[in-house]
T-cell receptor, first 109, second 116 residues
């Protein structure tokens, strides 16, 4: 079993829909990272969280440390949001990021 | 543009060969991380350098080595290459505050390595 699990693995949506991607982890962490990987391969950091909630534009990330769970929400999705979204955690006491396998999102017009 | 540069963008080589991948971090970032992304294993942390010193090591094979130079650029050396080393190799950089804690990592565009 992976230490970081994401669901769903694949997601398709119509433009305008509200999207939720989930990340569960099994280790104690010091922080969690949400990343976006574009079809061309480039990786962009979206959020880094250690508690609570963060918002940037149409993206919202939440984390529940007690439940070892984080969610990434996209409001009013757009075809340009089509990408792979990757959750990664820093286990407490280590500098080694552990990555989930990613969620592939496709948003159709 | 993250401000992190990687060269080359693409590399095609043969089994048994040795290659060097180069990374220049964002201006002011002292920490450099190397990651491997293969089709079957996803993203994996390889190694981290901070201000020239190795700080953390992940699933890096003995055939691979890295270093960070005084000007803070880093190189990842891959030797005795095997077909399974074909992957995207990313470097990322961050400030890493003196008191520790976590900082956002900024990823380079990656080097796509194909071993034939």
């Amino acid at each position: 079993k992976n230490e970081v699990e994401q669901s769903p693995q694949n997601l398709t949506a119509q433009e305008g829909e509200f999207i939720t991607i989930n990340c569960s982890y099994s280790v104690g962490i010091s922080a969690l990272h949400w990343l976006q990987q574009h079809p061309g391969g480039g990786i962009v950091s979206l959020f880094m969280l250690s508690s609570g909630k963060k918002k940037h534009g149409r993206l919202i990330a939440t984390i529940n440390i007690q439940e070892k769970h984080s969610s990434l929400h996209i409001t009013a999705s757009h075809p340009r949001d089509s990408a792979v979204y990757i959750c990664a955690v820093w286990p407490r006491g280590t500098d080694k990021l552990i990555f989930g396998t990613g969620t592939r999102l496709q948003v159709f017009p | 543009d993250s401000g992190v540069t990687q060269t080359p963008k693409h590399l095609i080589t043969a089994t048994g060969q040795r290659v060097t991948l180069r990374c220049s971090p964002r201006s002011g970032d002292l920490s450099v991380y190397w990651y491997q992304q293969s089709l079957d294993q996803g993203l994996q942390f390889l190694i981290q350098y901070y201000n020239g010193e190795e700080r953390a090591k992940g699933n890096i094979l003995e055939r691979f080595s890295a270093q960070q130079f005084p000007d803070l650029h880093s190189e990842l050396n891959l030797s005795s290459l095997e077909l399974g080393d074909s992957a995207l190799y990313f470097c990322a950089s961050s400030v890493v505050p003196p008191e520790g804690g976590r900082e956002t990592q900024y990823f380079g565009p990656g080097t796509r390595l194909l071993v034939l």
